[in-house]
């Protein structure tokens, strides 16, 4: 009885602080989420400095990214490496230039090595390996095989070279999306 009681106490005692806390969040205008998700994704003009030093692999000073992005100014070029910093995206060198720390997560794209992927690229390779082996079968076993057969694999042959066909010409408008929030 009194065990539970106290933690009774404690538990009203956390909610307290944590409406406090909350309150305190709000006044100060700073959101929270009481979930721990922090999933911050890149947009705008901070996705086009941090996609131009990740392709760059070199060290990227304020002046540098002004001249490749388009900005106009290097305060300006500095203030989004700055949110690329704080973000955890880029880091600090000694000469005071920005250098990729970790690799950010870009919906729709993958990072293979230091190159930017759309993910519907690396689908339709999966789908041009799958129609070489099913042209391989129906190469070997063509001679000797029925006619149901060669007509299942031609079918099956068209089906994948279908989806394959989709998934490439999927990957060109999400890889020219990206090109233009780049350009713009």
Not at 80 to 87: R, S, V, W
Not at 118 to 127: D, E, G, R, T, V
Request: positive net charge; proline residues 2%.
């Amino acid at each position: 009885m009194l065990l539970s009681q106290c933690l009774t106490e404690k538990i009203e005692i956390l909610a307290k602080l944590i409406r406090l806390k909350a309150k305190l969040f709000f006044c100060l205008g700073v959101k929270v989420s009481l979930t721990g998700d922090k999933k911050e994704e890149l947009q705008g003009i901070t996705l086009n400095v941090y996609l131009y030093a990740a392709k760059k692999n070199k060290p990227v000073g304020p002046r540098d990214a002004m001249k490749s992005v388009n900005l106009s100014s290097p305060s300006v070029a500095y203030r989004h490496l700055q949110k690329l910093e704080d973000a955890g995206y880029l880091k600090k060198n000694e000469y005071g230039e920005y250098i990729v720390a970790r690799k950010a997560r870009i919906r729709g794209h993958i990072w293979l090595g230091k190159r930017l992927m759309p993910k519907m690229w690396l689908y339709s390779l999966i789908f041009l390996a799958i129609l070489i082996v099913e042209l391989a079968i129906l190469l070997v076993h063509f001679s000797i095989e029925t006619y149901e057969f060669k007509i299942f694999f031609l079918l099956l042959a068209l089906i994948t070279s279908l989806a394959l066909t989709v998934f490439t010409v999927e990957g060109i408008l999400q890889r020219k999306r990206i090109s233009n929030l780049t350009t713009e």
